[in-house]
């Protein structure tokens, strides 16, 4: 663990990685007192989920459970016969939806008899994607990405293995405590401030002890990779990335140089000002490259993903993610004037720079 006296050697602004790697799914890292890092397998690309354990009295306060499914179960089975040993689970808290943070939810709740925590839209959210396969909701999305130019084969590839992940969670807790944006939360010895902010997840709970310097970040604020910021069929004209860009903008004024951030994937790291620069950047770099192919030709949301996404290989869980953040970052410039969009006798949107 990095010393105090590290810290304050070193730029404030440095972007820096204190910890280069995890161990392995088996292994317990503290990243500072009162704090264990672990690192669970998921079966997408993205190949990792960050769970955070805080000291909290005599039990340990649980951030974030691992995906949905027996592999997951069976890492906690280890991991509580091994490394975590004797250690109880007071409370689990989750930061948002998505299956490989509230995908265990259910079973280890279940298991320590212990309250869970989450953000009331987030916890509605979790439901919805719980019980979202009825054919009006299927009929809906397959119009929307209809919509936006996809052909029938990748339209089916995204209502079938692209969209499958959301189900991987066991059921949720029946009941919750509500975190709001500005809440206090005290866990154990440190008292954190209860951020939300929305993009990647419509009302995502990040945790900041100011005292102690310490950011658990979610998927808000991710080391070395841009989090998912995408528009679905269920509110269709959707301000995403706006949303997201404001988050980031209020952090940015907030959080101090030398936090330590712990991210949802990744490592941790310091330099949250920097980080969040490069994400803003990040995101107007796609803009722009969309700007420059709607030019001359007005272009359909289908045209424009091998246009931002043409480095990757997409496989069916990819295009999904992919078509979504296209059509966020299409809405964000449809807001700011950027863009002027057209529908077609054949039904379809297309998009030009204005």
Not at 104 to 111: E, H, I, K, S, T
């Amino acid at each position: 663990m990095p010393s105090k006296t590290d810290a304050i050697a070193r730029p404030a602004d440095e972007l820096r990685y204190p910890f280069e790697n995890h161990p392995g799914v088996d292994q317990v890292v503290e990243v500072a007192p009162g704090v264990l890092w672990i690192r669970l397998d998921l079966p997408f690309r993205l190949n990792h989920v960050n769970i955070y354990l805080l000291a909290d009295g005599d039990g340990w306060a649980m951030v974030d459970t691992g995906i949905g499914n027996e592999a997951t179960i069976a890492a906690w089975t280890a991991l509580f016969d091994g490394a975590l040993k004797g250690k109880k689970i007071s409370r689990v808290i989750v930061t948002h939806a998505h299956p490989d943070h509230v995908g265990q939810a259910g079973w280890m709740v279940q298991r320590f008899q212990c309250p869970f925590y989450m953000s009331q839209v987030e916890y509605l959210q979790g439901v919805y994607h719980q019980n979202r396969r009825t054919e009006e909701r299927l009929v809906n999305s397959r119009n929307f990405f209809r919509r936006h130019g996809m052909d029938e084969a990748i339209t089916e590839q995204l209502l079938g293995r692209g969209q499958d992940y959301l189900k991987k969670t066991v059921p949720l807790p029946a009941a919750y405590v509500r975190l709001s944006d500005g809440d206090d939360i005290t866990i154990g010895t440190r008292r954190f401030r209860v951020l939300t902010g929305a993009g990647h997840s419509p009302d995502q709970v990040m945790l900041y002890c100011a005292d102690d310097g310490l950011f658990l970040s979610a998927d808000q604020v991710l080391s070395k990779i841009s989090p998912n910021v995408s528009v679905w069929a269920h509110e269709p004209d959707e301000n995403a990335l706006g949303s997201y860009l404001h988050s980031l903008s209020r952090l940015g004024e907030l959080l101090p140089a030398d936090v330590l951030v712990l991210p949802g994937h990744g490592v941790p790291f310091y330099g949250a000002r920097i980080r969040i620069k490069q994400l803003s950047d990040h995101h107007e770099e796609r803009c722009q490259m969309i700007a420059q192919a709607c030019r001359d030709t007005a272009k359909t949301s289908a045209e424009l993903v091998p246009v931002v996404f043409s480095k990757h290989k997409l496989d069916a869980h990819q295009t999904g993610f992919a078509a979504g953040e296209l059509i966020a970052h299409i809405n964000h410039m449809l807001a700011q004037k950027r863009l002027t969009q057209s529908l077609g006798p054949d039904g379809i949107l297309r998009f030009r720079t204005a």
